[in-house]
């Protein structure tokens, strides 16, 4: 009587012990992807040497064998290729497949990839400014090379813009600079240019009320706009991205400032700049000799 | 007469009953089919090396394993684009605890988006710093990178603006052996769950 229990006890272990045993066999199989570069095959390819990257939760890096599912994958590899692979594991066995080459380890660098079709090269400072006609608030033609010997700050916006922190802050930025600039009577070989980037909708009476709101002196800023092969001409040089989205221009902001040579020297690539800083590089540019 | 009548309204009931569950039928079929049915294979992204926003150069290898969630995009940008990242920091948020997903942002301004830049796009969205990446580089990297591998050869219509530049609010899901499994409109309120129910038919392909 007092036997019967632990017995049936044991049996519902052992069958317990039996079926976590049977699952740990057959469920528990951890895989990791794993980066590394081949070093050399062992064993007719069962065995390959990897020198493998930290594998996140089950070891650090270091140079070691492993077992290879299938030799047939080493194959194609040559020592030095970087490869990336799975490593599988479980309780009693451990072996790698899915060998894929990425890349190779040699002298020599990869070969760039070949450069897009119709990728403008944005200007670097020093770059000659493009020479270009636009068309200001009068109606007028303004050339770009006509401003050499004089230092040139221009900025890109559309009047229609929504956004207080883009093209207004742009041009409430530069009214600011001409404020500063004017009061420097000795140096006056000095010109902002605002190019708006709509000319369907910015025509020379929509740019002259801009001019107005701004109080610009036209004798020193302009607002311009210009054909499309030439916008797209100067956005292209300068990085300016725009599109026409909901109604709306989506853009990105370039602010740029050309030396009195006609030679590019600074570009701004946002918002956060301040009146002072073009200040600061008009009057460095205004002293430039071509 | 009468009652011909009165056989007719029943009849035309039970035939647009009928119908109803005909199409029911039909459109759960439909369904059905396409949940079942595997992700279609666009094209390879092939190799790359760019800069990540810590500085750190980050190429094809890194995410090698992993199934990717990939967009492009601007930090300066005025209007729409920040929409698209939105979808993306909600893809991060739908797809919390899956270490074996990651999401890359590609900036196609790199001169604007330095990675000091990135870094403050990425902390605005709570972008996690393991498991969402912000790329920049050379346009010269970029660009043919965007083109060819994420979208150009997938037949999707090539957007880049004449001006030069790629505009694109596609989002797009790489498997982990870097084919392009599926595109997205970024700009859609339910591009997150679309993107997740795919990423989860990934996870369930043999690896």
């Not at chain 1, 944005?122 to 230092?151: H, W, Y």
């Not at chain 1, 706009?225 to 991205?241: C, E, K």
């Not at chain 2, 999707?156 to 596609?170: A, C, L, M, Q, W």
């Amino acid at each position: 009587m007092k036997i019967q229990p632990s017995k049936t006890f044991l049996t519902l272990a052992a069958l317990f012990l039996a079926v976590a045993a049977f699952a740990q066999t057959n469920t528990n199989v951890t895989h990791y992807a794993v980066k590394g570069v081949f070093k050399e095959s062992r064993a007719d390819g069962r065995k390959a040497v990897i020198k493998h990257e930290t594998i996140p939760g089950y070891m650090d890096a270091m140079t070691m064998p492993f077992n290879v599912k299938n030799p047939a994958e080493l194959k194609p590899l040559k020592p030095g290729d970087e490869i990336t692979f799975r490593l599988s594991v479980t309780d009693t066995e451990d072996w790698i497949d899915e060998i894929k080459k990425t890349g190779e380890r040699t002298p020599t660098p990869k070969p760039a990839l070949p450069p897009p079709l119709n990728i403008t090269q944005e200007l670097e400072p020093g770059a000659l400014m493009p020479d270009c006609i636009l068309t200001n608030q009068s109606g007028l033609p303004v050339r770009t090379s006509d401003f050499k010997g004089r230092a040139l700050a221009f900025t890109f916006f559309f009047t229609r813009c929504p956004l207080p922190t883009y093209c207004p802050r742009m041009n409430s930025n530069l009214a600011a600079v001409q404020k500063a600039l004017q009061t420097d009577t000795a140096h006056t070989n000095w010109q902002l240019l605002s190019i708006s980037f709509d000319p369907q909708f910015d025509t020379p009476s929509q740019l002259a009320a801009q001019a107005n709101f701004y109080q610009a002196d036209t004798n020193h800023w302009n607002f311009a706009t210009a054909d499309p092969a030439v916008i797209r001409q100067l956005s292209g040089a300068f990085g300016l991205m725009f599109m026409r989205e909901g109604g709306s221009i989506s853009h990105n902001l370039r602010t740029v400032v050309v030396d009195a040579a006609g030679r590019v020297q600074k570009v701004f690539t946002d918002n956060e700049w301040q009146p002072a800083e073009v200040v600061a590089e008009m009057k460095h540019a205004m002293e430039t000799k071509p | 007469m009468k009652s011909a009548g009165n056989h007719l309204v029943p009849a035309l009931i039970a035939a647009t009953l009928i119908g109803v569950a005909g199409v029911v039928v039909v459109f759960w079929i439909k369904a059905e089919n396409s949940r079942r049915a595997p992700l279609p294979q666009f094209s390879h992204v092939g190799g790359f090396q760019l800069i990540e926003r810590s500085g750190r150069v980050v190429s094809d290898v890194d995410i090698a394993g992993k199934i990717v969630v990939a967009d492009f995009f601007f930090g300066s940008c005025s209007a729409e684009c920040l929409v698209v990242s939105r979808r993306m920091s909600e893809v991060q948020r739908l797809t919390s605890g899956m270490a074996d997903v990651m999401l890359v942002s590609i900036t196609v301004d790199p001169k604007s988006d330095t990675p000091e830049a990135l870094t403050r796009y990425a902390t605005q969205l709570n972008a996690s710093t393991n498991r969402w990446l912000f790329l920049t580089g050379e346009k010269t990297n970029i660009y043919p990178l965007v083109q060819s591998g994420f979208l150009l050869s997938a037949g999707e219509p090539d957007n880049t603006v004449s001006t030069g530049f790629i505009h694109s609010s596609k989002i797009a899901l790489v498997d982990r052996h870097g084919m392009v499994r599926g595109y997205y409109d970024g700009l859609a309120l339910l591009a997150p769950g679309w993107i997740l129910r795919d990423i989860q038919k990934l996870r369930s392909e043999p690896q």
